[in-house]
């Protein structure tokens, strides 16, 4: 069973950047697309971006587009989320998940994606 785990969220000012890191362990990896979501409090998880599990196609929400880029380097079984120009509105927890069949195409859907990491707080200050 495949288990992510995120890191590299913290505290930024308003113009900063980050680059958060989703690591997988434990089982199949490189076969399928993975997500990155954001939850803020109060607020439903939303969709933030994905990578094709070539990483050949990317997607992202308008929110973070030319703004956020998504990578993924499967030798290292790691996906990344470098993050430019931030803003106190993309404070969130950040999740990374793995979508639940392999080879599929890129969705936006939360319900597509198991198993998901335990998150990572991204904080922007004003």
């Known amino acids: 069973q495949v288990q992510l785990a995120e890191s590299g969220g913290g505290l930024v000012q308003d113009g900063g950047s980050l680059r958060l890191s989703c690591a997988a362990s434990?089982?199949?990896?490189?076969?399928?697309?993975v997500g990155w979501f954001r939850q803020a409090p109060g607020k439903e998880r939303e969709f933030v971006a994905a990578i094709s599990w070539s990483g050949t196609y990317t997607h992202y929400a308008n929110s973070v587009k030319d703004r956020f880029a998504i990578s993924r380097d499967n030798a290292e079984t790691t996906v990344y989320l470098q993050m430019h120009s931030l803003k106190p509105e993309d404070t969130a927890v950040y999740y990374c998940a793995r979508k639940r069949r392999h080879y599929s195409e890129l969705t936006l859907q939360p319900t597509d994606y198991t198993p998901w990491g335990q998150g990572t707080q991204v904080t922007v200050s004003s």
């Open positions: 434990g089982g199949t990896f490189s076969r399928y697309a």
